[in-house]
């Protein structure tokens, strides 16, 4: 199977070429498999900023540790997450499905309260710590997109989420950065490449009940 091939070939890449660029028709698939990821209500509390500004990734490579995947990518996808989820989040999610479903939004109201109320129960860090896990299927799509397009990707957690907000002012968006993904094509020199995948067998990670 196809996909199975791909993700197969896939790996998270430690040494991409620098020389070699993702065109912007894949950055647009990408995004798109981004956008079409599922959350929890449809509520897609995360933005993604995608950086292919060498200055800036050159400014951003401290805050990761020095690791030379933020400058030699193609492309940095940094996932951030809503640092709270308001009410008014929730009516700019209906005020879409309204004009989805061409219906007026008060035939939706009770779905609108129920998620309001669902939301509001939740404690200020339970609901950034949601928000951040809605931030993870994205980018599991990005990196399931990237291996069908033969697109290298790496996700990275290994970084300053502190020292990235600071650079791209995050705090004035009210977001968190949670994690990147460097994306480009592996260099011929990463030896990475060549090591056969290991993971746990179908046995040890599924039991049906």
Not at 30 to 51: H, T
Not at 59 to 81: E, M, R, Y
Not at 112 to 117: A, L, P, R
Not at 121 to 140: F, H, M
Request: proline letters at 4%; one cysteine or more; aromatic letters at 10%.
């Amino acid at each position: 199977m196809e996909l199975i091939n791909n993700l197969n070939w896939r790996y998270a890449v430690k040494q991409f070429d620098p020389s070699k660029k993702v065109s912007n028709e894949d950055i647009e698939l990408i995004k798109e498999a981004i956008r079409l990821s599922p959350s929890s209500f449809g509520l897609q509390p995360y933005k993604v900023f995608i950086i292919e500004n060498e200055a800036l990734k050159e400014k951003l490579k401290p805050a990761a540790w020095g690791q030379a995947q933020i400058t030699d990518a193609s492309h940095l996808f940094v996932f951030c997450s809503y640092q709270d989820l308001k009410e008014i989040h929730v009516d700019e999610l209906f005020e879409l499905k309204s004009k989805a479903y061409n219906k007026d939004i008060s035939e939706l109201e009770s779905y609108v309260s129920f998620i309001k109320g669902s939301v509001a129960k939740k404690l200020p860090e339970i609901r950034r710590v949601w928000n951040s896990r809605q931030a993870y299927i994205g980018l599991s799509n990005l990196v399931n997109a990237c291996a069908e397009l033969k697109i290298d990707a790496c996700p990275m957690e290994g970084f300053d989420p502190n020292a990235v907000g600071e650079l791209l002012d995050l705090d004035s968006k009210g977001l968190d950065a949670v994690v990147l993904a460097a994306v480009g094509y592996r260099s011929s020199e990463d030896k990475n490449q060549h090591f056969p995948k290991v993971r746990k067998s179908k046995e040890t990670l599924f039991e049906s009940i």
